[in-house]
């Protein structure tokens, strides 16, 4: 599982905490735009092809299924065409399942139609900022000029809410993930 969440990293096996110093210390190997590039999380969310809009969980080799590893780890993405209401969401990120040890993606606010944010979370610290506006939010001839220049993005297209979504990777130990999708459908907007 380490190697698929993140694929450049040295693994020093080791009985009792035995390894050298000069292994963890100081050693120059972070690089951290290489990771953040890499990172097995960020290319499944980016390769997630769009399907309705139920619980989609993916093990960390992109295959459907919510198998963990052999220290509970798991992930999974949480896909919705309903936007987040703010004020939900807020109190929702004040009781963040504290086993949630990862998440990224993009959401969007049913205040806000024509804007994309980036929620990331780190343990205990969630941040979202702005990421750009939605291509439905742009006249028919900047679409129609998006849609030429890229035909991928006809993919995430949906008739009533064009490309607003909310899309959010999400790794962590022992998650109930049933549970998770249920709080967060909590905070989605009417």
């Not at 806000?112 to 900022?129: F, K, M, P, W």
Request: aromatic share 10%; net charge negative.
């Amino acid at each position: 599982m380490t190697k698929t969440l993140q694929p450049t990293v040295k693994i020093i096996e080791t009985s009792h905490g035995d390894v050298p110093v000069e292994e963890i210390l100081a050693t120059n190997r972070f690089d951290f735009d290489k990771v953040y590039s890499s990172a097995g999380w960020c290319k499944a969310l980016d390769e997630m092809e769009e399907e309705t809009g139920e619980e989609h969980v993916h093990k960390a080799d992109g295959s459907a299924g919510g198998d963990e590893d052999e220290y509970g780890i798991s992930t999974f993405v949480y896909y919705r065409r309903r936007p987040f209401n703010r004020d939900k969401l807020e109190a929702y990120a004040n009781r963040w399942p504290a086993n949630i040890i990862r998440s990224k993606g993009v959401i969007w606010f049913e205040d806000d139609y024509d804007n994309s944010l980036v929620l990331e979370t780190a343990g205990r610290q969630i941040s979202a900022g702005f990421s750009g506006m939605w291509l439905a939010a742009c006249s028919k001839k900047e679409q129609e000029k998006a849609f030429a220049e890229n035909p991928q993005l006809k993919k995430d297209w949906d008739p009533v809410m064009g490309d607003r979504m909310i899309k959010l990777c999400i790794i962590g130990q022992n998650m109930d993930k049933k549970k998770i999708c249920d709080e967060l459908d909590q905070a989605l907007g009417e």
